[in-house]
């Protein structure tokens, strides 16, 4: 059964702390992606990785860096916390297959920033 | 260009009414559109997607419209039931290979199904 675990369900951390927020997949998927979720905004991309080592930003990418050393794994990192980051964040991961690309999502990270 | 709005922001129907959730883009590149679903405490869940060669497509009790020369598409859930009570997502990508697989996401209606 296709999986994306995220590190933590719930986070509270303090303004100018560095975050790590960890991804796995286990469906050896290439594609990995950062979101955000906030009401009435929707699903907003934060960084994208289309392989190892690669990263793309995304919409959003203000604030944060991401890391990609091994396939299955995909970390979002706040440099510094601040109070406008609090917010659901989800990973996802998707084949690049030749077809539609359906995202698997973990069930997110909640992060207050304090 | 690269915009999915999405309307409306939250919805409250009956038990055994049909929902409807509107989805407009504005990039012609874009060539699928799916739905996601997410349930509280989870993450989104592709539920149902749609090219555009076809104008309709159904699976259950959940059909998408999709009307290019406008483009917009919408979500209706026929005999809306309380279970269906989840926040709704559209998408649009391009579809085929070659490329990152980035889904561009509307901003989601919240969608409540009263007993």
């Not at chain 2, 989104?44 to 497509?57: F, W």
């Amino acid at each position: 059964d296709v999986k994306v675990t995220q590190s933590s369900r719930y986070l509270v951390k303090r303004t100018g702390e560095k975050v790590f927020l960890e991804c796995v997949q286990d469906m050896d998927h290439e594609n990995m992606f950062w979101y955000r979720q906030d009401p009435g905004l929707g699903l907003r991309l934060i960084y994208f990785s289309y392989d190892v080592k690669m990263k793309e930003k995304g919409d959003i990418p203000e604030g944060y860096s991401v890391s990609r050393e091994k396939k299955e794994r995909f970390s979002l990192i706040l440099e510094s916390a601040s109070t406008n980051q609090t917010s659901m964040y989800l990973c996802a991961s998707s084949f690049p297959g030749t077809g539609g690309y359906e995202q698997y999502f973990g069930p997110g990270t909640r992060l207050t920033v304090t | 260009q690269q915009q999915v709005k999405q309307s409306p922001q939250s919805l409250i129907v009956q038990k055994g009414g049909i929902s409807i959730i509107n989805c407009a883009y504005e990039n012609t590149a874009f060539d699928y559109f799916p739905w996601y679903q997410q349930f509280p405490g989870k993450g989104p869940a592709l539920l149902i997607a749609i090219r555009p060669d076809v104008s309709e497509k159904k699976e259950g009790r959940f059909t998408i419209s999709f009307n290019k020369s406008a483009k917009q598409f919408s979500l209706h859930i026929m005999d809306s039931q309380p279970g269906d009570s989840a926040t709704y997502f559209c998408a649009a990508s391009k579809y085929g290979s070659g490329n990152t697989g980035k889904l561009i996401f509307g901003q989601g209606t919240t969608l409540q199904v009263k007993p």
